[in-house]
RNA sequence: GCCGCCUUAGCUCAGUAGGUUAGAGCGCUUGAUUGUGGAUCAAGAGGUCCCCCGUUCGAACCGGGGAGGCGGUACCA
């Protein structure tokens, strides 16, 4: 018989302890940001029509790659959403009538993306986003910034640690007109926007090969360029380098609103003590298709390693900005809106990578020593739970050796011992296994090792409930 | 997708310029302790040397193909 191999498909991680609970912390403590600022929240479900999500190949009747999709037996496709933005953008025209203008709602949930994993980059991840709708910029703009760095904070972020690197697809729409790049023009156009985005890590010797005939990276990958002339190519990398935006657009309509937009939005987040942490950063771009108006993203300022130690390279740990033709694919109508996103998973690695999470403590072991006595344990671990603390009776039949073991690897804290001694004496014993922890430190001799009981008492059974408080607490 | 590196015990990795019984450390199990985890000592279990095809008297090792992992790059809502 054939039988299957215990595997797990790449990109899809099992999690657990220490990690989940820092995660759900991190979540709660992220949504109660949003909350405060009157953000409630909606939960929508996690697959959608493929044609809702706007994932259909553009001229075929396939979903695009990247997403995961099957047909329902209606042949409808569904896919399984890539964010929580998608998902808004149907709801919000769905029931575009009875909401509230502006809406605000925050969203918690699992998202999939079907490509090639990475360092800190899983198909399956987790996303807590904010957005309000019928809001215009600037000011729910400087909002939102302004909560998603709190809410970075909340997450455990270090002020030092991070940098929200603010753009505008506006001012960038200006920067093509005025170098001669019809915007409307998706292949030239993006193609000179993503080398604009490579500027932090290629630097201006790279991102002038992708901007004319194209470039070879170090590992032998080719990449075609926008085959722009050296003076476009100069231009660009002048606006890049250039530390007024405003300055680049004489006269260009959407490159000066787009640049004056974005003062607007750094003058009141520097009103309100924001202003050092949030920098104009020309090669911050994000998705072409999507967003219209300011935009921005979260980069950890510190080195992320893997567990082999090297340095890798890592994304941004959350993004946002405004997305005012959306919902229009819905409804024909404009509804300006912008949001931000924490990539939760993300976050999470990065943070592991700087300190290692801390267990907690396991649950209070109580052995089985006596067949007979099973429901003196239980009754035991029942008084315990009453008291609030968490208690386990051992299950199975192993010997005493194999249930200490067993305790030590759940990481418990105190073992409850009543074996056929103490029950006669009407005694309970409890053993602190911490305390043996740091007592075996310093022992190195069989004798002294089984000599010495450390952090073990004895105490009548009537106070064992207080004892173990006592020690716990 | 493209490029590079890697794949030997549960984990981390040695290995022989093709030769019979493939190793270490850690971990695991058992014992020293007939009622005590973690230190120490001893013993033991555990391997299709990633898979397939080929070369060879003989392949974990050489050749070809494939799969998987890692990293970079492209794409990334």
């Not at 992708?210 to 722009?228: F, I, M, V």
């Not at 920098?279 to 999507?290: A, C, E, N, Q, T």
Request: net charge negative.
């Amino acid at each position: 018989m054939q039988r299957p191999k215990a595997r797990k498909p790449r990109g899809f991680p099992d999690r657990s302890g220490a990690e989940l609970v820092t995660e759900r912390l991190m979540l709660e403590r992220i949504a109660g940001v949003y909350r405060s600022y009157g953000f409630a929240e909606l939960q929508t479900p996690a697959f959608e029509y493929t044609d809702a999500l706007g994932k259909f190949l553009p001229d075929v009747d396939r979903p695009n790659a990247g997403v995961f999709s099957l047909q329902d037996d209606d042949e409808q496709w569904l896919s399984l959403r890539y964010d929580l933005t998608a998902p808004l953008a149907r709801y919000v025209a769905e029931n575009m009538d009875a909401l509230p203008r502006p809406y605000r709602r925050y969203a918690v949930g699992t998202v999939w993306r079907n490509e090639k994993p990475g360092p800190g980059r899983f198909r399956e991840f987790t996303q807590i986003d904010a957005d309000a709708c019928f809001a215009p910029a600037p000011h729910a703009d400087a909002e939102i910034i302004m909560m998603f760095i709190d809410a970075l904070k909340a997450a455990g972020v270090e002020d030092s640690d991070v940098e929200i690197r603010l753009s505008s697809r506006r001012v960038m729409t200006g920067l093509l007109d005025v170098i001669g790049v019809d915007p409307e023009d998706q292949a030239t156009a993006g193609t000179v926007l993503r080398a604009m985005d490579k500027y932090d890590r290629l630097g201006a010797d790279g991102v002038a090969l992708l901007l004319g005939e194209g470039r070879k990276d170090d590992s032998g990958d080719y990449t075609e360029g926008a085959k722009l002339e050296a003076r476009q190519i100069d231009q660009v990398l002048r606006f890049m380098e250039g530390s007024d935006m405003a300055d680049a657009f004489a006269g260009n309509q959407a490159g000066t609103e787009g640049a004056e937009e974005l003062q607007k939005i750094v003058s009141t987040l520097t009103e309100l003590g924001y202003g050092n942490r949030v920098k104009l950063d020309p090669s911050v771009i994000r998705g072409l298709d999507y967003y219209t108006g300011p935009v921005f993203e979260a980069a950890l300022t510190f080195d992320v390693e893997n567990e082999k130690g090297q340095v890798v390279q890592f994304g941004s740990v959350g993004s946002g900005g405004r997305y005012d033709g959306l919902i229009a694919r819905f409804k024909g109508q404009d509804v300006p809106s912008v949001g931000c996103s924490v990539g939760v998973s993300r976050l999470l690695t990065a943070l592991a990578s700087k300190a290692a999470f801390e267990e907690a403590d396991g649950p209070v072991v109580i052995l089985a020593l006596e067949e007979a006595e099973m429901p003196r344990y239980h009754r035991m671990a029942q008084a315990l739970r009453g008291e609030g603390v968490a208690a386990e009776v051992y299950l199975g039949g192993a010997g005493m050796k194999a249930q200490m073991r067993y305790a030590d690897k759940r990481g418990a804290s105190l073992v409850v011992i009543v074996g056929e001694d103490e029950r006669k004496a009407g005694q309970v014993t409890i053993k602190d296994l911490r305390a043996g922890k740091e007592a075996s430190q310093n022992i190195d001799s069989r004798e002294q090792w089984t000599e010495e009981r450390p952090g073990q008492e004895t105490v009548g059974e009537g106070n064992f409930v207080e004892a173990v408080t006592t020690r716990l607490a």
